[in-house]
C-alpha cells in the first residue's frame, strides 16, 4: 500500500473510532438521560410519604417492661422505632454485611454490580447479588417481577429514594420496614421477638444474628433449628472485622457468645387485657382508636405468676365441671390492676377463652352481702353484736313465694352480725335487706359501683342480699378495693399511657376518691370480714380464707351452681377471683370456697409476696366493750361466756343480757325446785324471746325445766340472777 493510501487508511480509522466513541457517548448520554428521567418522573414510594406505621400493639408494665406484642390484624408484628433507638451495633453489622459502599453510591453500586457479573460469568452462576441497602428497601416497597424489566425498575426506584432522603433517612426506614422473619416487620419487633429487649440493647453477638436474618428471613428462622443462624452470623462478625467495624477482641468475644433465642412465650390473659382497653371498657374514650404502644398499671412478673395460678388451679377445676376462671389484683392506694386475666387461655376455643369473665355479666352470691349490711348499719345503726334471727322466712317474688336455705341447710337461730356476715348466712342476710329496704340496698350498692345493677329495687326485692342480680368482678373488685380503703371508692385504673403511630399520646392519672361510707362501718365491715373465729361455724378452722397475717375475705356462690366467687383484702392489695364457665353450665357442687376459695388464696399470698402487711382495722374511733355471745348485750353475771367486741362510737349496747336466767334446780331429780325443796342448786339456763322458742326446743338448747306439778301447790323458787 502506497504512503498516501496508508495515510488516509489511518485517517478514516481514526474517524471510525471517533464516530465510535461520539455514538457511545451520545448511548450514554441517551441512557443516562432516560434514566434521569424515569427516576424524575417515578414517584416516591407512597409508604413512604407517611411515617410507618405500628402493625401491632405493644403493652408495657408499670416498670416499662414489654408484657406483650400482639400481632396487628396482617397478623405482623411491628414497631416504629428512630436510629437513634436502635443499638450502634445494628447498623455497623448491616453495612458490613449487606452494603459497605452505603454511605458513597447514589443507591445503585456499579462496583458490585461489576463484581457480581463478573463472579457470574467466572462461576457460571449467581456468587453474590449487587442489591444495595435502597434497592432492597425498593423492592420491599414496590414489588417487581423477577426480569431485567423488574431489576431496572427496582434501580430507579432505588434512585428516586435516594434523590428524596438522606442515608439516615433511609437507614430507619430500612430498619422498620424490612421483614426479619415470619411476622416480624422491623428490627423492634425482632429484638423483642428473638432477644426480649428493645433494639437499642443490643449486644454486637445478638445485632449480627438479626442482621444475618435479612439474607433469608425463612432458611434462617430460628424456629427450625439456630446452626444455621449461628453460622451466618459469624460471617457477618468477620466481615465486619474486614471491614474494620468494630475491634478484632470485641468480634472475638462476640464470635464466641452462644446463640440464646428466645423461646415463644405461650399467649396468655394479657389479650383481655388489651382488648379491653381497646374497646374502652377500662378507659372510656379509646374505643375505636389505634394505639401501638400502652402502657399499663400491670405488675410484669406478678402478671405471669397469676397468669400460671390460673392454668394450674384450671386443671384442678375440671373435676367439678369448672373450664374458667378470671382474677383482678388491685392496688389499694391507687385502685392500679396489678393482674389481669380475663381467662385462662385466650386461644382456647373448646373453653370459650377469648370471653373476659373481668367483665362478664354474673351473679355474685353472696358477695353483696357486705353492703347490705353497710345499709343496716348506716340506716338502722346497727353492729356487728347486732342480733338476727337465723330462721326460716317466705319472700313474696313475681315468680311466687320463695322459701331461701342457708348454704348449709339449717336454721342457727338467733346469730349476731358479726357471726351472719363472716359465716355467710342467707336468712340474716334477707331479713336485713327486708328492713332496710331494697331501695336503700341498691343505692348503697350503686354508691359502690354496682352499675351494672340498673333494674329497680322492685326487679330484685329482698333477694338482691343473695346476689339476685347480675354484675362483674371489676365492679366487685372496685367496691372491696374501697372497704380496704376505708370506704373511699376509686375507680379503677389499668392504663398510665397511651401512644400512638402518629406521635400523640395520653396520659391516664389515678381516679380521685370519692366516699361511699364511713370510716367506721368500712372498718366495723373490714374486722368482721376478717375474723377467723367468727366465720368458722360454715367454713371452719383452717380454710382457704386463713391467712397468716390478717385478711378480710369473701365468698359467694350462684343459684345452680354456675358462679363461684371469692375476694377479700389486705391493706395492701385486693384480689378478685371468679370460677364458672363461660357458657353458663353449672358446676358440679363447687361453691365458692371449694373453686374459688383455693385460686384466691394462691393469688393472695403471691400478690402480698415482698409487702408487710399493715394492720386492717386501727384501734382509733371504736370503743370495746365485753359482751354475751348469744345476745350481744352486755353480760349478766348469769352469761358463762363473754367475748370482747367493738363499737362505733356511740353505739355501744347498755341492754343487759336476758338469754340467760339462774334457776333453782333439785339435784334429787333435776327439776325446778319447791320452795320446800330441801337442798337446791343454781344452774345457768337459756331463755329466748318467743319467735325463737320453737327453733330452741327442736335444736335442744338448755332451757330451764318447766315447773312440776308438785310445785304447783307451793310455788318455785323464783331466782333469776343476772
Known sequence: MSGALRVLARLTERRTLRRLGLAALAGVAVSVFTLALAVAFEPLPAALV??????????????????????????????????????????????????????????VDPLAIARAVVQ???????????????????????????????K????????????????????????????????????????????????????????????????????????????????RRDRVL????????????????????????????PPQGVEHAAFAIAAGRLAPGLAGSAPNQIETTLDG???????????????????????ALSILVI??????????????????????????????????????????????????????ATLLPDLGLVLATPNGPYAPKNYDGREHGPVRLRVALASSLNLPALRAATLVGP????????????????????????????????????????????LARDGEWRALRLLRKVAFADGESRRFEAAPPRRVVSRAIAQELTSILSDDRARRPSFGAESVLAFEYPVAAKTGTSKGFRDN?????????????????????????????SGAGPVFHDVLERAMRGRAPAPLVEPDGFVEREICPLSGALPSNACPHRVRERFRVGAAPHVVCAFHERVPIDPRTGERACTETPTTELRVFERYPREYEAWARAAGRPLAPAVPEACRRSGPLAVRAR
Open 331 to 384: 392496688d389499694n392506694a391507687t385502685a392500679d390492676v396489678l393482674a389481669y386475666v380475663g381467662s385462662p387461655d385466650y386461644f382456647a376455643a373448646s373453653a370459650l377463652g377469648a370471653n373476659d369473665g373481668v367483665h362478664a355479666l354474673r351473679q355474685p352470691g353472696s358477695t353483696l352481702k357486705p353492703f347490705v349490711y353497710a345499709a343496716a348499719m348506716e340506716r338502722l345503726h346497727w353492729t356487728a
Open 50 to 107: 407517611e411515617k410507618p406505621k405500628a402493625t401491632s400493639l405493644r403493652l408495657l408494665d408499670r416498670h416499662g417492661r414489654l408484657l406483650r406484642e400482639i400481632a396487628g390484624p396482617d397478623g405482623r408484628r411491628s414497631q416504629t422505632v428512630t436510629l437513634a433507638e436502635v443499638s450502634p451495633h445494628v447498623v455497623a453489622a448491616l453495612l458490613a454485611a449487606e452494603d459497605r459502599r452505603f454511605f458513597v453510591h447514589p443507591g
Open 152 to 231: 431496572l425498575r427496582e434501580a430507579v426506584v432505588a434512585l428516586r429514594i435516594e434523590a428524596s432522603l438522606d442515608k439516615e433517612q433511609i437507614l430507619s426506614e430500612y430498619l422498620n420496614r424490612i421483614e426479619f422473619g415470619p411476622g416480624l416487620l422491623g428490627i423492634e419487633a425482632a429484638s423483642a421477638r428473638y432477644f426480649d429487649k428493645p433494639a437499642l440493647r443490643l449486644d454486637l453477638a445478638e445485632a449480627a444474628a438479626l442482621v444475618a436474618l435479612v439474607r433469608s428471613p425463612s432458611a434462617y428462622d430460628p424456629r427450625k433449628g439456630t446452626e444455621r443462624l449461628r453460622r
Open 439 to 482: 331501695d336503700v340496698v341498691l343505692a348503697m350498692l350503686r354508691r359502690f359501683g354496682f352499675d351494672s345493677l340498673s333494674r329497680d329495687a322492685a326487679h330484685y326485692g329482698a333477694a338482691i342480699a343473695l346476689g339476685d342480680g347480675e354484675v362483674r368482678l371489676s365492679e366487685l373488685a372496685a367496691a372491696y378495693s374501697a
Open 565 to 593: 366467687f371469692a375476694l377479700g383484702y389486705t391493706r395492701e392489695v385486693t384480689v378478685a377471683v371468679w370460677v364458672g364457665n363461660f357458657d353458663g353450665r353449672p358446676m358440679r357442687g363447687s361453691s365458692g370456697i
Open 238 to 265: 468477620r466481615r465486619m472485622e474486614l471491614a474494620g467495624a468494630a475491634d478484632p477482641a470485641v468480634i472475638a468475644r462476640a464470635l464466641r457468645a452462644p446463640l440464646r433465642i428466645r423461646a415463644q412465650a
Open 120 to 150: 457470574a460469568l467466572a462461576e457460571q452462576r449467581v456468587v453474590s447479588g449487587a442489591s444495595t441497602l435502597t434497592q432492597q428497601l425498593a423492592r420491599r416497597l414496590v414489588p417487581r417481577e423477577r426480569s431485567l424489566s423488574g
Open 301 to 323: 412478673e406478678l402478671q405471669r405468676d397469676v397468669e400460671g395460678i390460673a392454668r394450674l388451679r384450671t386443671a384442678d377445676l375440671e373435676r367439678v365441671g369448672a373450664s
